[in-house]
């Protein structure tokens, strides 16, 4: 058995956690309040550090760029205020315009123009005409308006509604296995690392 | 080229959700069908509200994306019924700038509904953007607080199957919406109802029925019937051994 | 469309992003640029919201007569003992970096190995028979996981093919069909965010006036 207080600290915490597929009780409740303080602490911990560095050093040697961001990160707090709670809104408008453009220029290429010029494919095997049929099906599932769903289309979605619960069937399974060999590590640590039982 | 391609799609996609917008404005007929998945949010608050238990919603450790913006809707929508009905609405954040925008929408909501005094900030809830710290936290709020309903809308990484076997496991009715591919079929297993990709971003159109929402709806069912042409003739195309 | 000086400011930060992506003029590029860099330091200063959150949640439910309070006194121990030795010691400090191994470290490794559990439970329960959507599911789900490990070789020799097939086709073509629409969804959301559409939470204020959040 380990001496180590590392593994041993490790050890109880892993069988805590997997108290949890029994039932929830008083310790697994224990564990998940330290780890969400702890969680929360580290990424205030890492953005003050992160911040001190890229905004309020250059800012108070005179950046102007960077009072900028400080000053909206401020007015974040206003909501603390009642009288001014407002002017949060601010930062977060211009935050949210920034986000959305982003979203914009990933989604115009890669998921939807690359997309549709990858399936522009010759039908000369069954392979491609299913990827090609498959795909415009799947796209058809997804058409809301009641005229544009209707007659063929409809029949169509239909077909899309199956190839993506294949899609899903296909994914998962392929996953398990990744997922299964997640534990490994956890076993390791408890029956070798702690116990040693294992070689 | 590809920039100008780009151009031509957005400015198209503007250009007919206006015209569409106008043309819903002009005729008010409802032009979407009718959807399962969200009408299942229906039943979700009523079954909540029946049992007098809370609803969970919570939109993932995404941040601000695309699936984030489409489930702030679902979130109004839950917020002002919830209001309506004396439901507890309980929100979990993995992302801190997440955290303020949702406590806005939930209080325009219960403002909106004239419950101004039933709006609790407490239950809009951060367990910091920690995956694992965030999935254990929500896990907790489900178990100690029975939560009856679970709603997962927004862009979820591994915490996908996590959260929804919390659910399972606290005996929560749950819908989920992602756009998130190699999410879906996790939600898909282990949830009641799952919105699939673009079936969340049709929420908002179709529970508010905003002209504006409708009119891009509508808009986006003409982009993908125009994908599905240029689909088919470029294959065809290029079958018989023509290239574009 | 009602402008307001947050619905400009989105109007502003969006045009100018996206502008960056269509056009080569290097004042455009660099205030695109600043602008994606003050968005994360926002970001950054928002972590203090949910710290502030946490606070309130748990002081009350401490000053309560809540079942809860040594749960939540043992949340707001920890957080602050850690964010302490964070600020105090710093992050590469003995104490930071022994709990952060043994304890933060494992219970993440942990608590994310659950999945290894929870992907067979709701692969149990969603795989009972309830139409042919299940049906489908139940199949190709089972033929992958045969494909991928040695019992499904001796099943039957072709199924480790049989499974590629399923992801390099069926799997695809679905995949893609529902990236194309949702990227659609996505532009379409988020082309309403910039123009102050979206209702809410970002430039409109339909349904936040009477909270008086106009400015």
């Given at each position: 058995?380990?001496?180590?207080?590392?593994?041993?600290?490790?050890?109880?915490?892993?069988?805590?956690?997997?108290?949890?597929?029994?039932?929830?009780?008083?310790?697994?409740?224990?564990?998940?309040?330290?780890?969400?303080?702890?969680?929360?602490?580290?990424a205030m911990t890492v953005a003050f550090t992160n911040l001190r560095d890229t905004c309020l050093g250059p800012a108070l040697m005179g950046d102007w760029a960077m009072t900028v961001p400080l000053l909206g990160g401020l007015l974040l707090y206003a909501r603390f205020?009642?009288?001014i709670s407002h002017l949060s809104r601010i930062p977060l408008a211009f935050v949210m315009g920034t986000a959305a453009a982003v979203v914009i220029r990933g989604?115009?290429?890669?998921?939807?123009?690359?997309?549709?010029?990858?399936?522009?494919?010759?039908?000369?095997?069954?392979?491609?005409?299913?990827?090609?049929?498959?795909?415009?099906?799947?796209?058809?599932?997804?058409?809301?308006?009641?005229?544009?769903?209707?007659?063929?289309?409809?029949?169509?979605?239909?077909?899309?509604?199956?190839?993506?619960?294949?899609?899903?069937?296909?994914?998962?399974?392929?996953?398990?296995?990744?997922?299964?060999?997640?534990?490994?590590?956890?076993?390791?640590?408890?029956?070798?690392?702690?116990?040693?039982?294992?070689? | 080229?590809?920039?100008?391609?780009?151009?031509?799609?957005?400015?198209?996609?503007?250009?007919?959700?206006?015209?569409?917008?106008?043309?819903?404005?002009?005729?008010?007929?409802?032009?979407?069908?009718?959807?399962?998945?969200?009408?299942?949010?229906?039943?979700?608050?009523?079954?909540?509200?029946?049992?007098?238990?809370?609803?969970?919603?919570?939109?993932?450790?995404g941040g601000l994306v695309a699936?984030t913006f489409?489930?702030?809707?679902?979130?109004?929508?839950?917020?002002?019924?919830?209001?309506?009905?004396?439901?507890?609405?309980?929100?979990?954040?993995?992302q801190p700038l997440i955290h303020p925008i949702?406590?806005n929408?939930?209080?325009?909501?219960?403002?909106?509904?004239?419950?101004?005094?039933?709006?609790?900030?407490?239950?809009?809830?951060?367990?910091?953007d920690?995956?694992?710290?965030?999935?254990?936290?929500?896990?907790?709020?489900?178990?100690?607080?029975?939560?009856?309903?679970?709603?997962?809308?927004?862009?979820?990484?591994?915490?996908?199957?996590?959260?929804?076997?919390?659910?399972?496991?606290?005996?929560?009715?749950?819908?989920?919406?992602?756009?998130?591919?190699?999410?879906?079929?996790?939600?898909?297993?282990?949830?009641?109802?799952?919105?699939?990709?673009?079936?969340?971003?049709?929420?908002?159109?179709?529970?508010?029925?905003?002209?504006?929402?409708?009119?891009?709806?509508?808009?986006?069912?003409?982009?993908?019937?125009?994908?599905?042409?240029?689909?088919?003739?470029?294959?065809?195309?290029?079958?018989?051994?023509?290239?574009? | 469309?009602?402008l307001t000086l947050a619905s400009f400011l989105t109007l502003i930060a969006g045009v100018t992003v996206l502008a960056d992506h269509f056009v080569?003029v290097p004042f455009i590029n660099k205030t695109a640029s600043t602008f994606i860099q003050w968005s994360v330091m926002l970001s950054a200063f928002s972590t203090a919201l949910g710290g502030a959150?946490?606070?309130?949640?748990?002081?009350?439910?401490?000053?309560?007569?809540?079942?809860?309070?040594?749960?939540?006194?043992?949340?707001?121990?920890?957080?602050?003992?850690?964010?302490?030795?964070?600020?105090?010691?710093?992050?590469?400090?003995?104490?930071?970096?022994?709990?952060?191994?043994?304890?933060?470290?494992?219970?993440?490794?942990?608590?994310?190995?659950?999945?290894?559990?929870?992907?067979?439970?709701?692969?149990?329960?969603?795989?009972?028979?309830?139409?042919?959507?299940?049906?489908?599911?139940?199949?190709?789900?089972?033929?992958?996981?045969?494909?991928?490990?040695?019992?499904?070789?001796?099943?039957?020799?072709?199924?480790?093919?049989?499974?590629?097939?399923?992801?390099?086709?069926?799997?695809?073509?679905?995949?893609?069909?529902?990236?194309?629409?949702?990227?659609?969804?996505?532009?379409?959301?988020s082309a309403?965010v910039i123009l102050g559409?979206e209702?809410?939470y970002g430039g409109?204020?339909?349904?936040?006036?009477?909270?008086?959040?106009?400015l």
């Open positions: 058995m380990s001496r180590d207080p590392g593994i041993w600290t490790a050890a109880l915490l892993t069988i805590v956690v997997w108290s949890y597929l029994f039932k929830q009780n008083i310790l697994f409740q224990a564990v998940e309040h330290l780890f969400v303080g702890i969680a929360a602490a580290h205020l009642p009288k989604s115009l290429g890669p998921s939807f123009i690359q997309q549709v010029a990858g399936t522009i494919i010759p039908l000369t095997s069954p392979d491609n005409v299913i990827l090609v049929v498959g795909t415009v099906t799947t796209i058809a599932y997804f058409l809301f308006g009641r005229k544009s769903r209707s007659g063929m289309m409809d029949h169509a979605a239909r077909l899309g509604r199956y190839i993506m619960m294949a899609a899903f069937g296909a994914a998962y399974g392929n996953t398990v296995m990744m997922r299964m060999s997640l534990l490994i590590p956890r076993i390791r640590l408890v029956f070798g690392d702690w116990l040693g039982l294992l070689p | 080229m590809q920039q100008l391609t780009q151009i031509c799609v957005l400015f198209s996609m503007l250009f007919a959700g206006i015209i569409y917008t106008r043309s819903y404005s002009r005729t008010g007929t409802m032009p979407i069908r009718r959807l399962p998945g969200l009408d299942s949010l229906d039943e979700a608050i009523g079954r909540a509200t029946e049992m007098g238990r809370p609803i969970h919603f919570t939109t993932g450790t699936d489409a489930a702030f809707a679902v979130l109004e929508y839950v917020a002002k019924k919830t209001a309506q009905y004396g439901c507890t609405l309980i929100i979990s954040n993995a949702t406590e929408i939930v209080r325009a909501s219960y403002y909106a509904q004239g419950k101004p005094q039933s709006f609790k900030p407490g239950n809009i809830r951060y367990h910091s920690s995956m694992q710290a965030y999935v254990s936290g929500v896990w907790g709020i489900m178990e100690r607080e029975k939560v009856a309903a679970n709603i997962m809308m927004g862009y979820f990484f591994a915490e996908s199957l996590l959260l929804s076997e919390g659910g399972v496991r606290s005996g929560a009715f749950q819908v989920a919406g992602t756009a998130s591919t190699p999410q879906l079929p996790f939600f898909v297993a282990a949830c009641d109802r799952t919105l699939i990709g673009e079936e969340l971003f049709a929420a908002g159109a179709y529970l508010t029925e905003d002209p504006v929402r409708i009119g891009a709806l509508m808009a986006q069912d003409a982009a993908k019937i125009a994908a599905i042409a240029i689909i088919l003739t470029g294959a065809l195309a290029s079958t018989v051994g023509l290239t574009m | 469309m009602k080569v959150n946490i606070l309130a949640v748990h002081t009350k439910r401490m000053s309560g007569k809540s079942a809860n309070r040594g749960l939540s006194a043992l949340l707001l121990g920890s957080m602050v003992t850690w964010l302490v030795i964070g600020l105090k010691l710093g992050m590469e400090s003995q104490v930071y970096k022994f709990i952060w191994d043994n304890v933060y470290g494992s219970l993440s490794s942990t608590l994310f190995a659950l999945n290894a559990f929870f992907v067979a439970s709701a692969a149990y329960r969603s795989f009972r028979i309830r139409g042919i959507d299940t049906v489908i599911l139940l199949v190709t789900a089972c033929t992958v996981m045969l494909g991928r490990t040695g019992l499904g070789e001796a099943i039957y020799p072709g199924m480790p093919q049989v499974a590629d097939w399923l992801m390099r086709v069926p799997n695809t073509a679905g995949m893609r069909g529902i990236t194309i629409g949702g990227a659609l969804g996505a532009i379409s959301v309403r559409l209702r809410g409109s204020e339909r349904g936040m006036g009477v909270s008086g959040y106009d």
